[in-house]
C-alpha cells in the first residue's frame, strides 16, 4: 500500500526513476560536482537556490527605496498670482499614482520572474519549441501573488481595524487587465492558433500593457465617457508608505525598506530633501507652493547641518555602505536581551554579509532621483534570476522532477517574495488597501503582458527570419489546463473579497476569526491549485 502511494507521488512531481540512478553531467561551477552523489547535489543546489532568495529579498529592499524616491520626484511649476502680480512657485509630483503602481511597483516586484522568463527565451533561441520553464512560473507566481499574498495581507493589518480599497474604478480596471490577460492567454494556446504562436499575437500581447496602462490612467483621471462613473475616497499621501525615519542619519542605507537621504520635517510641515519640498499633508498632486529663495536656503540649511558642510560629498554615503555591510553588530542587536539572540542576529548578519557587500555597489538612493539605484537593483535581480534559472534545471537533473512542476511551485513561490513583501508593508503601513491589492492584480498582469509577451515576441522574431516558422508551444496543453484552473479558483477568491466589501466593510482586516478564516481559505485555493496542476503535467488526469 505504501509502495503504490509513494508511485503516485512520484508520478505527481514527474519523478523518473531513471533519471534518478542515472548520473547529471551538467554542473554549476566546478566539473567534481558531478562525482557527486546526486541526493547530495540535490541538497547542495537547493540550500543555493534557498541562498539566492535570500539574496533577492535583499536585494528588493534596496529596489523599493529607489522606487519611492523615484515616485517622489517632482517638477517645478512657474505660475503668477492675478491679484498680486507676483510670480508663484509650486512642485507638483511627476508619477501618477495609478501609473506608480502599474509601471514601478508591479513591474519592479515581478521583475524576477520576468528576468527568468527573457532569459529562458534567449536561452532557448533558434529552437521551434519555446522554452516552458518562464510561462510555468509566472502562471504559477500569479496563483501564488492571488492567493498566499492575499492570505498574508488579510491578517496584517492590527486586529479589528479595516483597510478597504480608496479607488474601486482603479481596482476594477485593473482586475478586468489582469483577467483579461489569462483569457487571451487561454485562447492564443487553445482557440485562435492551437500549440503555437505567432509574431502578431506575440506582438499584440505586449502592446495590451500599454493599453492597461492608459485605461488605469484614464480611470484614475476621471475623463468623462471614457471611465467608470464611481467616485473615489482620498488614497494614502505617500505611494510608498514611510515608516518612522530617525532624526539623525546613520549612513546605513539598508535597514528595513527606506534608505532615502532625509532632514526633519520643518514647522510648516514641509520636508526638504536634496532635490524638492513638498508637503506631507496635500490630497493631491499639487505640492505647497514655496518661495524660491526659501527653499534653496532652507535646503542649504538643513543639507549643511546633517552632514557637515562642505565636508559632505556623494560618495561618503557610498562609502558607508560598506562598512555596514562589513560589521556584525547594528542598533537591534544591542536591544536584545537574550545572549542567545544576539548571536542568532549576529551569525545571520554573517551568513548575509556576501549579499550585503555585494548590495553595497549600488549606489544611494538619493543620488538622481534614485534612478541609478533602480537600474543597478534591476542589473542584480537579473543576475540572480540567472542563477536561479541555473540551480532549477540542476536540480530538475538530479532529482528527475519535471521541471513545468519545480516553475510553477518552489520557483514561482520564491520569485515572488518581492511581491509578498510589498503587498505586506503596504497592509500594514497604508490606511487603505489600494496599493496591496494593486500589487496583486497589476503584477499578473504585467506577468502575461511583459512576462510572456516580450520573451514569446524574442523567440517568435528570430524564428519568423531565420526559419519562416511560427513559435511552438511543447506543454501548451498542461499550460492551459493550469490556466483554466487558476481562473476557476481566482473567481473564488474574488468573491471572498467582494463579500468581505459588502459584510465587514473591507477587503483586509476585520474581526481576527474571519481575517483568519479568509486567509485559511485563500491558501486552500492555492493548494488546489498546484495539487491539479501537478495531476495534469504527470499525466494522472
Not at 539598508?254 to 520643518?266: A, F, R, S, T
Amino acid at each position: 500500500m505504501a509502495s503504490k502511494y509513494w508511485n503516485i507521488v512520484e508520478t505527481m512531481l514527474g519523478f523518473s526513476s531513471t533519471l534518478r540512478q542515472e548520473r547529471c553531467e551538467s554542473y554549476l561551477l566546478f566539473h567534481f560536482e558531478t562525482g557527486l552523489g546526486n541526493g547530495l547535489r540535490a541538497f547542495l543546489y537547493l540550500l543555493g537556490l534557498a541562498y539566492c532568495f535570500f539574496g533577492l529579498s535583499a536585494i528588493t529592499a534596496r529596489f523599493f527605496c529607489s522606487m519611492e524616491n523615484v515616485v517622489k520626484q517632482t517638477r517645478e511649476v512657474v505660475e503668477i498670482d492675478p491679484y498680486t502680480n507676483t510670480k508663484v512657485i509650486r512642485h507638483e509630483k511627476v508619477w501618477n499614482y495609478a501609473i506608480a503602481d502599474i509601471s514601478l511597483l508591479a513591474f519592479g516586484t515581478s521583475f524576477p520572474q520576468i528576468s527568468l522568463a527573457t532569459i529562458d527565451a534567449f536561452r532557448n533561441l533558434g529552437q521551434i519549441y519555446a522554452g516552458g520553464l518562464g510561462p510555468g512560473t509566472l502562471v504559477g507566481s500569479a496563483a501564488f501573488d492571488l492567493f498566499p499574498i492575499h492570505a498574508v495581507c488579510v491578517v496584517v493589518p492590527k486586529t479589528g481595524s479595516l483597510k478597504k480599497i480608496s479607488d474601486i474604478g482603479v481596482w476594477l480596471v485593473e482586475l478586468f487587465w489582469s483577467f483579461w490577460a489569462y483569457i487571451w492567454l487561454y485562447i492564443i494556446l487553445e482557440v485562435w492558433t492551437p500549440n503555437v504562436v505567432t509574431l502578431w499575437e506575440a506582438l499584440l500581447t505586449v502592446l495590451q500593457y500599454a493599453l492597461l496602462l492608459m485605461h488605469a490612467y484614464v480611470q484614475d483621471k476621471r475623463w468623462p465617457y471614457l471611465s467608470l462613473p464611481l467616485a473615489a475616497s482620498e488614497r494614502p499621501v505617500e505611494w510608498v508608505p514611510e515608516e518612522t525615519i530617525p532624526s539623525h542619519y546613520d549612513g546605513n542605507t539598508c535597514d528595513g525598506y527606506n534608505e532615502i537621504l532625509q532632514v526633519d520635517e520643518e514647522e510648516n510641515g514641509n520636508i526638504v530633501d536634496i532635490f524638492s519640498i513638498h508637503s506631507r499633508k496635500e490630497t493631491d498632486s499639487v505640492y505647497e507652493a514655496v518661495p524660491e529663495t526659501d527653499a534653496h536656503e532652507s535646503s542649504n540649511a538643513n543639507f549643511h547641518e546633517k552632514f557637515g558642510g562642505d565636508d559632505f560629498n556623494l560618495l561618503s554615503p557610498w562609502g558607508k555602505q560598506f562598512s555596514d555591510a562589513l560589521m556584525l553588530g547594528d542598533v537591534q542587536s544591542t536591544k536584545l536581551d537574550s545572549r542567545c539572540l544576539r548571536l542568532i542576529r549576529i551569525s545571520w548578519r554573517l551568513i548575509l554579509m556576501p549579499w550585503r557587500v555585494l548590495f553595497a555597489f549600488v549606489p544611494p538612493c538619493h543620488i538622481a532621483h534614485g534612478w541609478t539605484a533602480f537600474i543597478c537593483s534591476l542589473v542584480f535581480i537579473s543576475g540572480i534570476a540567472y542563477i536561479v534559472t541555473k540551480l532549477t534545471d540542476l536540480i530538475s537533473c538530479v532529482t528527475g522532477i519535471n521541471p513545468y512542476v519545480i516553475a510553477f511551485t518552489a520557483l514561482a513561490a520564491g520569485t515572488s517574495w518581492p511581491d509578498l513583501v510589498a503587498s505586506k508593508i503596504a497592509a500594514e503601513r497604508q490606511t487603505t488597501a489600494d496599493s496591496a491589492i494593486a500589487n496583486i492584480t497589476c503584477s499578473n498582469s504585467v506577468n502575461i503582458y511583459v512576462g510572456i509577451g516580450v520573451p514569446w515576441l524574442i523567440d517568435t522574431v528570430y524564428n519568423f527570419i531565420a526559419y519562416k516558422e511560427p513559435l511552438r508551444i511543447q506543454n501548451a496543453a498542461s499550460l492551459s489546463f493550469s490556466l483554466l484552473i487558476f481562473f476557476l479558483t481566482s473567481i473564488g477568491c474574488i468573491v471572498v473579497l467582494v463579500l468581505r466589501r459588502l459584510i465587514i466593510g473591507a477587503e483586509l482586516g476585520g474581526p481576527r476569526v474571519w481575517a483568519w478564516i479568509t486567509s485559511v481559505y485563500f491558501m486552500a485555493l492555492w493548494v488546489v491549485f498546484v495539487v491539479l496542476s501537478s495531476l495534469r503535467v504527470s499525466g494522472i488526469i
